[in-house]
T-cell receptor, first 111, second 116 residues
Framework: LAKTTQPISMDSYEGQEVNITCSHN???????ITWYQQFPSQGPRFIIQ???TKVTNEVASLFIPADRKSSTLSLPRVSLSDTAVYYC????????????FGTGTKLQVIP | GAVVSQHPSWVICKSGTSVKIECRSL??????MFWYRQFPKQSLMLMAT?????????EQGVEKDKFLINHASLTLSTLTVTSAHPEDSSFYIC????????????FGPGTRLLVL
């Protein structure tokens, strides 16, 4: 299983763009990269998933360089409600995605 | 994505009693579900993989006789904490393994267990 490394915490002001980078140096060929958001006392919520290059949806963008050894979650114009823990996961989808949660990044959005 | 529910959302029990937590996949037939445990200010720790119609696969260090998992249908998996003790107090979260190219996991809202 690919191990991930993220910053423990980040602070950002409201309205700013936030970029959270995750390192996964031993990512395997079949691995996908998935990001989740977790609020206190709630289950993680799926944000975005990608394999390579750039993926964008209504809430975030995911940038993955060609070597796929890292990925960056980009949250445009954050609000106070984006204060949460963000987890980067790397896993093999092959019908059985068993992943390991890292420490996650605690994002604090400041008014 | 798949919608997952858990019941109960929170439970308080006395030490020595057993507690059952249900995880339901509301709009997706889940062959595989996962059970996690999360202690305060810590990350999620995978406890076991629940496969419909077969025995669960437990992670190292998780007692299979203490944490009984039953995945009897494609929409329901249950976790029973037997003879619960205060150290079992935690936040228990299930997830379903959905389809798509990345085989994404979708998580339930979690169950808070407090053992007195």
């Amino acid at each position: 299983l690919a191990k991930t490394t993220q910053p423990i915490s980040m602070d950002s002001y409201e309205g700013q763009e936030v970029n959270i980078t995750c390192s996964h140096n031993n990512i395997a060929t079949n691995d996908y990269i998935t990001w989740y958001q977790q609020f206190p006392s709630q289950g993680p919520r799926f944000i975005i998933q990608g394999y390579k290059t750039k993926v964008t949806n209504e809430v975030a963008s995911l940038f993955i360089p060609a070597d796929r050894k890292s990925s960056t979650l980009s949250l445009p114009r954050v609000s106070l409600s984006d204060t949460a823990v963000y987890y980067c996961l790397v896993g093999d989808p092959g019908g059985y995605q068993k992943v390991t949660f890292g420490t996650g990044t605690k994002l604090q959005v400041i008014p | 994505g798949a919608v997952v529910s858990q019941h109960p959302s929170w439970v308080i029990c006395k030490s020595g009693t057993s507690v059952k937590i249900e995880c339901r996949s509301l709009d997706f037939q889940a062959t595989t579900m996962f059970w996690y445990r999360q202690f305060p200010k810590q990350s999620l720790m995978l406890m076991a993989t629940s496969n419909e119609g077969s025995k669960a696969t437990y992670e190292q260090g998780v007692e299979k006789d203490k944490f009984l998992i039953n995945h009897a249908s494609l929409t329901l998996s249950t976790l029973t904490v037997t003879s619960a003790h205060p150290e079992d107090s935690s936040f228990y979260i299930c997830s379903v393994l959905a389809g798509g190219p990345g085989e994404t996991q979708y998580f339930g809202p979690g169950t808070r267990l407090l053992v007195l």
